[in-house]
Each structure stands twice: as structure tokens, then as C-alpha cells.
Nanobody
Framework: QVQLVESGGGSVQAGGSLRLSCAAS?????MAWFRQGLGKQREGVAS???????LYADSVKGRFTISRDNAKKTLYLQMNSLKPEDTAVYYC??????????????????WGQGTQVTISS
């Protein structure tokens, strides 16, 4: 059983930065960040294993960095050079079965409530 709580969302101008955090309870293996813009499907942003092996969506590679602190049971997403198209609700997720990082929403079983990120031009 895993419970996830996101924080760190907000509003920022294009080119700015935000850092999202996700506090987890229970054991986790593969964790990820997803996002869902208004009227769009949920998409994978970045995923990470306990060994810090990471996978990024092409749209954020080079701008976002996913990391985790296993001792603190906390997942992070550092977002730099933000663009208006990054505007979305960002969700923290954990997989019950994945052995390696992945960005398919259906493979994740535990989800946070989401935190809004709004990027203005």
C-alpha cells in the first residue's frame, strides 16, 4: 500500500523554474511523474528506479530532472526553462509491478492527487 502527496506547483512565467516534490508512504520501486493538460490525455514526463536510472519524455529531456531520496521516501522533479505547453496538472505515481522506468500510465497503480503547474507567456 502506497500513498503519494505532491507539492511545489504554482504559476511562473515562461523561462522560469519550479521544483515538485512527492512524499511517499510505504515501499516503492519504480516512480514517475505524469501530467495532464486541459482537454488532453495523461502523458508520462519522467520515471526513475531505486538505483536512479531514469527515463524522460522527449518533450522535457534536457530541461527537467527527476530524482529521488530513498531515505526520505521523496520523489522530485526539477523543471527548468519552462514553456507554456508545460502547463498541466502534474501527478506523482508508483508502480506495483514495473522493474524498470516506464512512461505508460496503465502500468502505475498508486497516484497522488496532483498539483497544478501554470506557465504564462
Amino acid at each position: 500500500q502506497v500513498q503519494l502527496v505532491e507539492s511545489g506547483g504554482g504559476s511562473v512565467q515562461a523561462g522560469g523554474s519550479l521544483r515538485l516534490s512527492c512524499a511517499a508512504s510505504g515501499d516503492t520501486n519504480i516512480m514517475a511523474w505524469f501530467r495532464q493538460g486541459l482537454g488532453k490525455q495523461r502523458e508520462g514526463v519522467a520515471s526513475i528506479g531505486r538505483d536512479d536510472r531514469a527515463l524522460y519524455a522527449d518533450s522535457v529531456k534536457g530541461r527537467f530532472t527527476i530524482s529521488r531520496d530513498n531515505a526520505k521516501k521523496t520523489l522530485y522533479l526539477q523543471m527548468n526553462s519552462l514553456k507554456p505547453e508545460d502547463t498541466a496538472v502534474y501527478y506523482c505515481a508508483a508502480s506495483r509491478f514495473l522493474a524498470v522506468p516506464g512512461l505508460v500510465p496503465n502500468y502505475y497503480h498508486y497516484w497522488g492527487q496532483g498539483t497544478q503547474v501554470t506557465i504564462s507567456s
